[in-house]
């Protein structure tokens, strides 16, 4: 059984019944003395003061009776005009909240399944202008000879609430707008409605692929973030141990992060930041990760290569940074960048934390024998 939500439809204030009372005796006081003026009629054919006295009193009666109703009919007007304001604030409320709902939202009504209001988000939905889709049946805005459209109308009219049913919308140009949509019963201005709330699908499928992105790569940089890193890492140990094959990491540090954000700001350290990044993606292959740590830190996943041949894409990182010339003469660094590099040995790196600490330790050690520094600029 389905259950409905019960709107009130808006409806003018009582008048107060001490207020109309009060009309209502008021009004009786010239019935009165109409009623007198009436019994005297027999009399005024005799003339004098009681003919004239029936005259004043029949005038006094009629101008007291014009002057109550007259009281009657400006509480009446005043009673509509009260109603017609409260109904044209709560039509403003309405279009409020449906505007301000961050979903697409149709309102129904649920006998004809024509549109009564379509809220700012269900416009642009659909590329439809401000009105467009007051009165238009449901159907003519999904796509013909969709199974799953007919189904959801074939649904709508029975089930009347439903959670995520996918359809077929059509926009201005005809084009399809695949979308999600849910339902609900409910009472408004007296009558049997329906409220459908719509979701695009393909903002759905591009909100899972930023989340995903996110979930996986350094936002700065676009390099495989550290959690992600190190995934890589554990598998390429495993392949690594399985195959009997070589894996190699560089750690390398940006000694001059911090320099560079105290005396030029975040926004230079971030540009070298990027920079250092733009050369690691550069220096590797396909089959190689960069990976930002955090903060300074890096670390390149080198499958199938040994620490040799890493020594050579070490000192080719080395000299990319150190030969960059600065286009701004504000931005002279006193930079350094240093490297250390293990290789992957079964008996003695049982995890990728121990991996990367042997090459942190022969970071710190290459640290204390040379002094790889040189005054660099950062790029625009």
Known sequence: MTQTTELPPPSAPDLPAHNLSRHVISSLVPVAALLVAL????????????????I???????LLFYLAAMRIVAAAAQRIRQGADQLAEREQDLER????????MLLLDAQTLTVVRANRKMLELTSRASGELAGIALESLLAPG??????????????????????????????????????????FCGRDALLLGFTDINELRQAQHSHEYYASYDELTGLTNRRTGLMFLEKAMARAWRESSPLTVIHADLDGLKQTNDIYGHAAGDRLIRAAANIMTGLIRSSDFAVRLGGNEFLMILP???????TRIAANLEHLLAALKADDDRHHLL??????????????????????????????????TV??????????
Not at 304 to 310: G, I, L, T
């Open 371 to 380: 002094a790889a520094s040189a005054e660099i600029s950062l790029p625009a």
């Open 97 to 104: 909240l449906l505007s301000a709902c961050p979903a697409a």
């Open 56 to 62: 004043v009193l029949a005038g006094a009666a009629l």
């Open 335 to 368: 930079y350094a960048i240093s490297c250390g590099i293990a290789g992957y040995a079964s008996d003695t790196h049982a995890t990728a934390d121990e991996l990367i600490a042997a090459a942190t330790a022969a970071h710190a050690q290459a640290d204390e």
């Open 304 to 310: 199938n290569c040994a620490p040799e041949n890493a």
């Open 146 to 187: 969709s199974g799953a459209n007919h189904d959801f109308i074939d649904k709508l009219r029975s089930a009347r609430t439903l959670n995520e049913f996918e359809i077929a919308l059509l926009d201005r140009q005809n084009d399809v707008v695949e979308s999600l949509v849910s339902t609900s019963a409910l009472r």
């Open 39 to 54: 019994a005297l009629l027999p009399f005024w054919s005799g003339g004098g003061v009681i003919r004239w006295l029936g």
